[in-house]
T-cell receptor, first 111, second 110 residues
């Protein structure tokens, strides 16, 4: 059983398009996160949600809109994609702000 | 100053060597600390949490010095499979804001 899953694994799209990435965790965790890992491999937090409420929004452009329909899901919608959005996006979850478990990542390429 | 700073890599060591990684953090109110490892093109995976009293898990030992705002990871008897990037991680913002260091790359050679 996959603890934290993301779909799709790869996403290739053109500038200006809108796309979504989905994340699900079956660990019963109460907190979920989105991270961006750029070409220099630096991993940076974008959002964190606790019990479906947005807790952290790290100066991410408002083209990025997370949605948490329930505690087990955290989706990321991106409008008007730009070249600089190309990166690997990781979803993660944790219980009570402790150790985080990561999904396999979504490799987004914007052309 | 970066919020979390790690030793620049890469570290190239022979099998069986002992290697130490250091990390400093800038926010004295940071609440929890971790080491993760990340293999090429894979997700980060938790290696161990770091406690003030220090903790050990097999060949791995982690230490936290809150006064100096310093975290360390010691790997003894390095294996080829230890080759990866090691990420120092600090939780701020009530524990919800996770800051990753840039990572230290380790290559263990036969």
């Amino acid at each position: 059983d996959t603890a934290v899953s993301q779909t799709p694994k790869y996403l290739v799209t053109q500038m200006g398009n809108d796309k979504s990435i989905k994340c699900e965790q079956n660990l019963g965790h109460d907190t979920m996160y989105w991270y961006k890992q750029d070409s220099k491999k630096f991993l940076k937090i974008m959002f964190s949600y606790n019990n479906k409420e947005l807790i952290i929004n790290e100066t991410v452009p408002n083209r990025f809109s997370p949605k948490s329909p329930d505690k087990a899901h955290l989706n990321l919608h991106i409008n008007s994609l730009e070249l600089g959005d190309s990166a690997v996006y990781f979803c993660a979850s944790s219980m009570e702000r402790l150790e985080q478990y990561f999904g396999p990542g979504t490799r987004l390429t914007v052309t | 100053r970066k919020e979390v700073e790690q030793d620049p890599g890469p570290f190239n060591v022979p099998e069986g060597a002992t290697v130490a990684f250091n990390c400093t953090y800038s926010n004295s109110a940071s609440q929890s600390f971790f080491w993760y490892r990340q293999d090429c093109r894979k997700e980060p995976k938790l290696l161990m949490s770091v406690y003030s009293s220090g903790n050990e898990d097999g060949r791995f030992t982690a230490q936290l010095n809150r006064a100096s705002q310093y975290i360390s990871l010691l790997i003894r008897d390095s294996k080829l499979s230890d080759s990866a990037t090691y990420l120092c991680v600090v939780n701020n913002g009530g524990g919800f804001k996770t800051i990753f260091g840039a990572g230290t790359r380790l290559f263990v050679k036969a």
